[in-house]
RNA sequence: CGAGGUGUAGCGCAGUUGGUAGCGCGCCUGCUUUGGGAGCAGGAUGUCGGGAGUUCGAGUCUCUUCACCUCGACCA
């Protein structure tokens, strides 16, 4: 292909919206265009490289036995009210209606429909099981796109869901995807971690994470390098500690602080450590308050709370509410003497502290000396905080460290939540009618794209990894008006191409600074320049991310290229 | 949804108390140059996001609306 015909619109110049590296990146080496927020064009370099991630993560299905199909984009309400996801997505499905008035949306996620189009053609135990796949435009009018294609409105994912008789069997086919997913990232030169994760909207079981690790990945991650394990923030267990020291329960005191309301303020004005201190916080729960206690220094975790009580709707309770309940103002909150119908949850940790200061439920004043059981009896007694780093591994009880990461797979076992829902069942050998376990499983292809360039590039653009890359290498005359030069140019661009390699041959009549520059940006892996010595058959074999550079003759830096790219496989 | 910010040429931006719309890069023509975003000369390109208002006159002031970005909240 020549860079002279190429529709690759390079830019020299930061894109102004561009917040992180590889968005910025895939603007300014034309790999993609803005065309709503949220919503992008792949350009042809850009779609080059998609694709590659796509058929990574095609052949890897394949591989694992798994049968590609395609599903409408479009579906009608009915497919997600069986299940209850017409509502509960809320405003995060697009919705649309026909010229009748008929409601449909942009799928956001697809297990009502392969649940239905398997529950009305599967009927026998002989047929389990399987696993459907397709590589598909989703939908998701997310409150606040960012970060490019890494969370976009319109994105593609491949999803696949699997179908068998028993658990046994869901957990054959789950190791599939997972060994099938492990060799996708790879073949992606990703460095990745896999992480337990919260089920959350999908329902089911268990589900793990592929996360990139990135400064810029939206997800939080603790992981224990002593012992292997790793957990999304959101999911990582945290383990009660023992109490510092013993002490005797002493009184109870009420202790006037006068606008005193947050924990910097207590701490500066008791002159104690925050971790002396139990923070409570009202939450408002389908329209119930709940009042949960953690210590001073620690954080609520709102999805192990969602969790606890399989919540809808979850949210901070308002100024009102608080001020109800507790008769005071709002930052005066604490679990002793609640007015109305409050359900008080404590998180392990309180369990174990002695003497702690809370609030009083009355505006100015805190209580000193509280103490678990003697003064408050929670409703339940719940790990109920978010893990920090430093905290103990609930598996090997060493300190974990927390880093970030970008989620670019997720893994599910859903069981029987959707075939229930929308009556998928088969009859087992002994004629038993039984619901088909499910397992769902997805990758964000454009994120994974994004995700390759976050851990590939340098100072002057991408830096491909082979199997990844628009064009594997890009043949550089320095200077088209020289006769030999452009000739021995074009014979070694037709020699690769003839070969087998995806090749540019940058025939435009630039300088020669100009097209390194632009060659480097779009971060083609190999690069030939032919320059001065063409006339003794020399030339120069550079790679992008090494730095590499061998003066050689043609044919050796044609078999060095071809080399590389059959060992590709 | 809350707070803040930005919309002026393809990209990045300037535009003073209201008075003929600018700069850099890119683009086109010519000459020169040819190993890391060259030089000279000439040239093209604008609903100043949209609408309404104030004014003799609005990129600039007022109102309104749309879009986009950031932080927060929320979230498969």
Known sequence: MRVSKLFMPTQREIPSDAEIVSHQLMLRAGLMKKIASGIYSFLPMGYRAYRKVENIVREEMDRAGAQELIMPAILPAEVYMASGRWDKFGQEMFRLQDRGGRQFCLGPTHEEPFTEAVRDNIKSYRQL????????????????????????????????????????????????????????????????ILVDADSGAMGGSGSQEFMVKS????????????????????????????????????????????????????????????KEFVKTILYSIDGKIVAVMVRGDRE?????????????????????DVERVTGAAVGFAGPVAFKGDVELIADQEVAVM?????????????????????????????????????????????????????????????????????????????????????????????????????????????????????????????????????????????????????????????????KFKDADLIGIPLRVTVGRKAVEGIVEYKERATGVVIEMTVEEAVAKIVGQVKALG
């Open 129 to 192: 099981p399987f696993t459907l796949y397709q590589i598909q435009h989703k939908y998701r009018d997310e409150k606040r796109p960012r970060f490019g294609v890494m969370r976009a409105r319109e994105f593609v994912m491949k999803d696949a869901y699997s179908f068998d008789a028993d658990e046994a069997g869901l957990d054959i086919s789950y190791k599939a995807m997972y060994e099938a997913y492990c060799r996708i990232f790879d073949r992606c030169g990703l460095d990745y």
């Open 354 to 514: 002695v003497n702690f200061i809370v609030g009083a439920n009355e505006t100015d004043y805190h209580l000193k000396n509280v103490n678990f059981i003697r003064d408050f009896k929670p409703a339940r007694v719940v790990d109920i905080r978010t893990i920090e780093a430093g905290d103990p591994c609930p598996v090997c009880g060493l300190p974990v460290e927390t880093c970030r990461g970008i989620e670019v797979g997720h893994i599910f076992k859903l069981g029987t939540k959707y075939s229930d829902a929308l009556n998928c069942k088969f009859l087992d050998q002994a004629g038993q009618e039984k619901s088909m376990i499910m397992g769902c499983y997805g990758i964000g292809v454009g994120r994974t794209l994004a995700a390759i360039i976050e851990q590939h590039y340098d100072a002057n653009g991408i830096v491909w990894p082979l199997a990844t890359a628009p064009y594997q290498a890009i043949v550089v005359p320095t200077n088209t008006g020289d006769e030999t030069i452009s000739a021995v140019g074009e014979d070694i661009h037709s020699r690769l191409e003839k070969a087998g390699v995806e090749v540019l041959l940058d025939d435009r009549p630039e300088r020669p600074g100009v």
């Open 300 to 320: 609520i975790n709102e999805t192990k709370l969602s969790n606890l009580f399989d919540a809808n709707d979850l949210a901070l309770a308002s100024f009102a």
């Open 215 to 274: 400064l810029v990945g939206e997800d939080a991650i603790a992981y224990c390098s002593s012992c292997g394990y790793a957990a999304n923030e959101e999911k990582a267990v945290c383990i009660a500690s023992e109490p510092a020291v013993p002490a005797a329960l002493q009184e109870i005191e009420k202790i006037h602080t006068p606008h005193v309301k947050t924990i910097e303020e207590l701490m500066a004005f008791m002159k104690a450590s925050p």
